[in-house]
């Protein structure tokens, strides 16, 4: 464990607010561990509103299954995530990222940047259903992390993003090596993983992988189902 995750998991909570936007109780927290204080969020699983398509009580569980994913496929694009006993419960706690807040993510998203063409890759493994731009937390425009993924790994195909720029393009011999080493590595991970998200959908994850491999393009918006989250912002 490396010495941050090891701060997020043993460290002492102390919240000190709320963040009133968000859906599900989302806690502002300081942890304290041997001295040094990290500003982090802390989602408590009670704190969880119920979904029509998603098991109750499993958010957080998602969030740092994210988490694994981004590190196992070196995306690195989830904050350092960890499921831990805090103040309110069981809950995710996940270091906060200070953004630069000079960059206009209304403008920002809709741009052919790297580390965004990072983060649409990643969704569509994770099977993300809900990334808005508020989600892009970005520090810098060469690096940028993504917030909220609760509600990932679905089984059933889901994608929903403000990033479709990359719609249907070929990915690059770097971006297929990647999802090669992941596929292994998710394999070979699958306890820990499970430990997070059920069989089927991991299973679900494996298979994802597996059709980029197959495709070797993005994914393109359904007709099926709304491509973009509401409200996008």
Known sequence: MSTLLQHLSLGDLEVTGRLVDASNATLYANCSFK???????????????PLWDFPDGNLAQREVAAFLISELGEFKVV??????????????????????????????????????RKMALFDAVVNNTDRKIGHLLPIS????????????????????????QWSD??????????????????QKNSQQLLKLITQSEFEALLARINRLLIDRIFPSPSEEWPAVPWPPF
């Open 79 to 116: 904050p350092p995530t960890v499921l831990r006993e805090g103040p309110f419960g069981v809950g995710m706690v996940q270091q906060w990222i200070d953004i630069d807040e000079s960059i206009d993510l209304a403008l920002f998203y809709k741009t052919d940047n790297a580390e965004l």
């Open 169 to 186: 393009q070929p990915l690059s011999d770097s971006e297929i090596e990647r999802l090669q080493k992941l596929e292994l590595l998710t």
């Open 35 to 49: 001295e040094r204080l990290i500003p982090v969020i802390y989602k408590p699983v009670a704190g969880e509103r």
């Open 141 to 164: 425009e060469s690096e940028v992390f993504g917030c909220d993924h609760g509600v990932t790994f679905h089984e059933d195909d889901k994608l929903r993003t403000v990033l479709w």
